[in-house]
Nanobody
Framework: VVRLQESGGGSMQAGGSLTLSCKRF????????MGWFHEVPGQARERVAT???????SYADSVKGRSTISFDNAANILYLRLNDLNLDDSGIYYC??????????????????????WGRGTSVTVRS
């Protein structure tokens, strides 16, 4: 059974940085899309950044230029580095994975996304 386990959340200072991790278990597909998604209570979950097995990445406008998504193939860990934190970065961050390409399950520039596997999320609070 595919399992995704996020870590790295907590309370951070505005202007600082964070690195979130997502360990991937029992994912045997050769091709894949993985991504980070952000949710604030009462609002829809939004795509933050995605990466394909071919290394191609995509970022939401809200984090473009101050974030990096990456994947460690040896350790099976997805990362999100987010710099210059602001209060709007607070919320729950979810890791997700799918055997299809991100252009199919999480196309850039669109609100739509539909990935098969999700973690339980890690909470981030940015304080002023």
């Amino acid at each position: 059974v595919v399992r995704l386990q996020e870590s790295g959340g907590g309370s951070m200072q505005a202007g600082g940085s964070l690195t979130l991790s997502c360990k991937r278990f029992d994912f045997t597909y050769a091709r894949w899309c993985m991504g980070w998604f952000h949710e604030v209570p009462g609002q829809a979950r939004e795509r933050v950044a995605t990466i394909n097995d071919d290394g191609s990445t995509s970022y939401a406008d809200s984090v473009k230029g101050r974030s990096t998504i990456s994947f460690d193939n040896a350790a099976n860990i997805l990362y999100l580095r987010l710099n210059d934190l602001n209060l709007d970065d607070s919320g729950i961050y979810y890791c997700a994975a799918d055997p299809l390409h991100c252009t199919v399950v999480a196309p850039a520039g669109q609100k739509y996304f539909n990935l098969d596997f999700w973690g339980r999320g890690t909470s981030v609070t940015v304080r002023s």
